[in-house]
């Protein structure tokens, strides 16, 4: 029931997320529009100044009369000008639109994207184009990229090793194997930049699944006791494997620090973080969605496998702190959980991770 219960959370949290990303996509793609309209300006007069550079360029050079000049000029500052008014006066009517329909207009996407499926054979079509076999032409009628984005999205995976912090020990006396035990990681997050005009300090904030394994040391297995406590016991046969993983939604937020490349051309600005360095702290919470334990072993010749899935007194909440560095994608990644794993334990036990992390 726990486990049914958790897994309807996770459902419930994916459906509000997706409908709070729909409300802030339509406020944003508003501001986007607003921003659009000054950078039309920046774009037009800057278009005007290497125009009129030209022009002296010419006249310097004898090609052209001042007088001529002169009207060439004229025309460019009228030209540029009625740019100016006709493309703000569309970004204005793309806002009338999208503030009258509440954001619901679909109409700003029609013919967009139009495609032409073809299946033929024979000579070659008017384009050039061989119709032996399968074609699909686009329509040329594309959407206007967003001039300037101010948030991202990336897939998240980290892998690792993992292990336990016990209250009062080093982690050399863990009695969990350091090479055996492992995490893994997988998320969406977003990554909205801060400043409006500097990329280098920017809010990442998403969701993850983790799976924290741990495998205890000298043929032990964890028992759960009558007075609801959980304990590391020697098992009565030899193990070829024991094995305990915890399962976790959390919701991580980091500030994230670092240099990016600035592009700009007419039509968009970007900040990339290609063979950028960075650095994320912050950390997480969340809710553990289910524990296992796996265990193999002989018994009179025939393997046995056993797989107890049980609460094992484990806590509900999860929360706790994480970091990362590396280049582009490509990191380092490191996270503490600062509850204990098992509720009102004699000794308390934290999960550590760490490993890499990849931003896709």
């Keep these: 029931m726990r486990t049914i219960t958790m897994y309807l959370m996770v459902l419930l949290t994916l459906f509000m997320v997706q409908n709070s990303v729909a409300q802030e996509d339509y406020q944003k793609t508003i501001d986007v529009l607003n921003e659009q309209k000054l950078s039309i300006t920046r774009q037009e007069k800057e278009a005007l100044k290497f125009e009129i550079a030209k022009i002296v360029k010419q006249l310097e050079g004898g090609e052209i009369t001042q007088e001529e000049a002169d009207d060439l000029k004229m025309k460019a500052a009228e030209k540029h000008a009625l740019n100016i008014e006709d493309r703000i006066a569309i970004i204005n009517n793309k806002i009338s ?7 619901e207009v679909k109409e700003l996407d029609t ?52 292990n336990a912090i016990v209250e009062g020990q080093s982690l050399n006396d863990s009695p969990y194997k350091i090479g055996g035990s492992r995490f893994f990681e997988m998320g969406w997050q977003w990554r909205t930049r801060v400043f409006k005009n500097t990329n280098f300090l920017r809010f990442n904030y998403g969701f993850s699944f983790q799976f924290n394994g741990l495998k205890p040391k000298d043929n032990q297995y964890l028992v759960s006791l009558e007075n609801g406590q959980s304990e590391l016991q020697e098992f009565e046969y030899e193990l070829d494997k024991s094995k305990f993983r915890m399962d976790n939604l959390v919701f991580p937020m980091h500030l994230e620090f670092g240099p990016s490349k600035q592009t700009t051309t007419e039509k968009k600005m970007r900040y990339s973080l290609k063979n950028q360095f960075r650095v994320g702290i912050g950390g997480y919470g969340g809710f553990n969605l289910g524990t296992r334990q796996k265990l193999k072993y002989n018994l009179d010749g025939d393997n046995v496998k056993d797989k107890l899935k049980r609460s094992y007194n484990t806590n509900d909440l999860i929360y706790g702190l994480s970091a990362y560095a590396g280049v582009d994608g490509f990191l380092l990644y490191v996270k503490y959980d600062l509850n204990p794993i098992f509720k009102d334990a004699a000794v308390e036990q934290r999960n550590v991770s760490l490993g890499l992390r990849f931003d896709l």
């Design 97 to 103: 639109l999208l503030e009258r329909n509440n954001g």
């Design 111 to 162: 013919l967009n994207y139009k495609f032409a499926f073809q299946i033929g054979f024979g000579d070659d079509d008017k384009d050039g184009g061989k119709l032996l076999g399968f074609r699909l032409n686009e329509n040329q009628n594309r959407k206007e990229p967003i001039y300037d984005r101010r948030t991202y999205s990336d897939l998240v995976i980290a892998v690792g090793l993992n």
